[in-house]
């Protein structure tokens, strides 16, 4: 069985959990693109590349012969539409996105199906993996076990004119922090030495649960004294209150990592998306992110070409970026998505406009990381190490999400350590193990 997941962590994290509720059954995970008896299709359906990127994956298996399931935000998002969209028919599309119990039900009647059809061999080769959480494919099994991924929010409550989510995703919710906490526990004793905490709206967790918020849960966690880190994959500008950066900023065991998705830097385009805050409101949040987390990696997400963005409009978006000092940048070209308020609008801007833009905001983003990576030489950092490379390297993650690199016979380790950065080649350090020179 191989699993495709395309999107965002929370994507990952609902595959993850899906594969460990199969755990039980007589079936062989195998990395995405093998072949495979049966092949699910996890798909975002955010924007339009996303949908092409499910479809591509869909039509590649049924080609290969597979039992082909499609399910996630983008079959929600199908079964719910009044103008159906074309998917193979020999494929099955499941909606559900919060609740994923029908889908367990299917594939294990699926592998119930294939079973009878077998001559009693072994199905595809094991890749090694396990069904723990995940946040990479199947591939990569001792990333699995050093940074699960474990979703504690799922849903959003806003509005925003270009996203489809909400209304795939349902409203925001939270997972108890009882939950939570077992979970963390079971990637310990399964040797994680980072958990990476996601969510739709992650800024909301614990307004559901009596007016709790994301500081209370980071606190309960770093309670457990499990020796691992934690790290926020992505909040929205609302959820950077002084108490969560404060929390971040004095905590070693919580990554000085955030990605804040701004989408814009103009107050007019701002309240066409139908955005919380104002410019103002992002410069002083960012600029507190900035004073009150040493050594904070910033990363933003940024929309390029919403309907009526004017080369001044983008112009702005530009100097935000340079004002805040953002570090990584996930810089996509706005696509109408069918059902929002955005897709009805008549001024979308040409496709070669929002191409140039992205294009330069790439750029940014690349002098960006080269030079934040630059500044890593001759320094020390504290990483979790993910696996070995083909190449041999021993492959890791620093505490601000910088990919590290390095030669060591020893191979991987386990839990945190220091390595010393001796140099970048612009999109990766490379370092010596400091007990292991």
Known sequence: MSFITTGCRTNQADAAAVRAALADLPVRFVAAGAPADVVVVNACTLTRDADRTARAAVNRALR???????TG???????????????????????????????????????????RRADGGDRQADDG????PADTPPSSPALERARPVIKVQDGCDHACAYCIVPSVRGPATSVPPDAVREAVLRATTSGAAEVVLTGIDLASWGRDLGGRDPVDLLDALLALNTGMRFRLSSIEPHGLEDRLLDRIGTSPDICPQLHVPIQSGSDRILAAMHRRGRTRDLRQRLAAARDRIPGLALGLDVICGFPGETDDDFDQTVALIQAVDADTLHVFPYSP????????????????????????LRELARTARRRRLASWVGRVAEVVDVGRRPDGQVASIAADGTPVRRDDPHGPRGGRHCVRIHATDGTTAFATDQEHP
């Open 64 to 70: 290969h012969g597979a039992q082909t399931v499609l």
């Open 73 to 115: 935000c983008l079959a929600t998002r199908l079964s719910r539409s009044d103008r159906p969209e074309a998917i193979a028919p020999e494929c099955r599309v499941l909606p559900g996105t919060s609740d994923r119990r029908a889908l367990v039900d299917m594939l294990r009647q699926l592998v119930d199906d294939e079973d």
């Open 129 to 132: 993996g396990s069904a723990a």
């Open 337 to 360: 998505r069918p059902g929002t308020a955005a897709a009805r609008r008549p001024d979308d801007v040409p496709f070669a406009v929002k191409s140039d833009r992205v294009a330069r």
